[in-house]
Structures are given as C-alpha cells and as structure tokens.
Nanobody, 119 residues
C-alpha cells in the first residue's frame, strides 16, 4: 500500500522560511515524478512544483524564485524549501505521485500539512 506522509508545516511570519518533507512508502520512489500542491481556504487545490526522476524541476509562477523542490531517493523523500513566505502562501500543502506518462494526473496523495504565514 502506497503512503505519503508530509511534515514540516507550521506558523511562520511574513518573510520567514519553512521546509516541508514528504516521505513515501510501499512504492518504488526513484522512478516517479513527485509534486507539491496546496489548497487555501475557500480555494481550489493548485499545483506548486514538481521534480522528475532525473531532477528536472518546474514551479508555478506564484512561487518561482522563492520555493525549491528537491528529492532524496535513498530516503524516499521529497522536500519543499519555502523562503520569503507571504500570507497568500497560507494553505494545506500536499505531496503527490504523478502518474507516469501524465502531466496533470496524480495517483497518490498525502494527508497534507498546514502552513500558516502571519502578516
């Protein structure tokens, strides 16, 4: 059974930093593209960043230059380093495994971790 467990969320002031982690189990991790999404209150879930199996990365315009996604295949963990945080970054952050051959379909999701940025 595939499981994704996020951690690292919390409360931070504007301009601060947080590093999220997502650890996978029950699957071969190294071959998958991994992604982070977020969902703010009253809004739809939005894609934030992805990292492929060869460590190619992509970011949404709203976080590009402030967030960095990385992975450690030996630990089956994907990270999201978030710097220069803004109140609009407040959301529940989810990691997901992207379906092979698909760009926008995700087969497995974590339970989410709350990030709150105070102004």
């Amino acid at each position: 059974q595939v499981q994704l467990v996020e951690s690292g969320g919390g409360l931070v002031q504007t301009g601060g930093s947080l590093k999220l982690s997502c650890t996978a189990s029950g699957t071969v991790f190294s071959t998958y593209t991994m992604a982070w999404h977020r969902q703010a209150p009253g809004k739809q879930r939005e894609w934030v960043a992805r990292i492929t199996n060869i460590r190619t990365t992509n970011y949404s315009d709203s976080v590009n230059g402030r967030f960095t996604i990385s992975r450690d295949n030996a630990k089956k963990t994907v990270y999201l380093q978030m710097n220069s945080l803004k109140p609009e970054d407040t959301a529940v952050y989810y990691c997901a495994i992207q379906r092979p051959g698909s760009r926008n379909t995700y087969d497995y999701w974590g339970q989410g971790t709350q990030v709150t940025v105070s102004s």
